[in-house]
């Protein structure tokens, strides 16, 4: 499996929380830069979070204080979890990889995950 594999989108009501997934098989998993990014039909891929390999994580502004990337390299796992959600979160949400280095920007992903549904409603 060389791609990463997504799991726990589904409907909530806006102030509610989602805990979103990743896994992936690679047996450098710690190498790589993590990130979840996000679409919505006729919009650009945008990123939402991202984890470097020494910690290091990015938020986009739209999910600060309220979105929390996080990584198990033990179990080459990521998480996403989501509070307080918007409506304008309801999307389809992406595990993403780069090996080393930044991974918060749609070009410099070398893998994506298939995606898992997330809808907001108010």
């Known amino acids: 499996q060389v791609h990463p594999v997504e799991s726990g989108g589904g409907s909530v009501q806006a102030g509610g929380s989602l805990r979103l997934s990743c896994v992936a098989s690679w047996r450098s998993y710690s190498n790589y830069c993590m990130a979840w990014f996000r679409q919505t039909p006729g919009k650009e891929r945008e990123g939402v979070a991202s984890?470097?390999?020494?910690?290091?994580?990015t938020y986009a502004d739209s999910v600060k204080g309220r979105f929390t990337i996080s990584r198990d390299n033990a179990q080459k796992s990521l998480t996403l979890q989501m509070n307080s959600l918007e409506p304008e979160d309801t999307a389809m949400y992406y595990c993403?990889?780069?090996?080393?280095?930044?991974?918060?920007?749609?070009?410099?992903?070398?893998?994506w995950g298939q995606g898992t549904q997330v809808t907001v409603s108010s």
């Open positions: 984890i470097e390999t020494g910690g290091t994580t």
């Open positions: 993403a990889a780069r090996l080393f280095g930044r991974c918060n920007t749609r070009s410099l992903i070398n893998y």
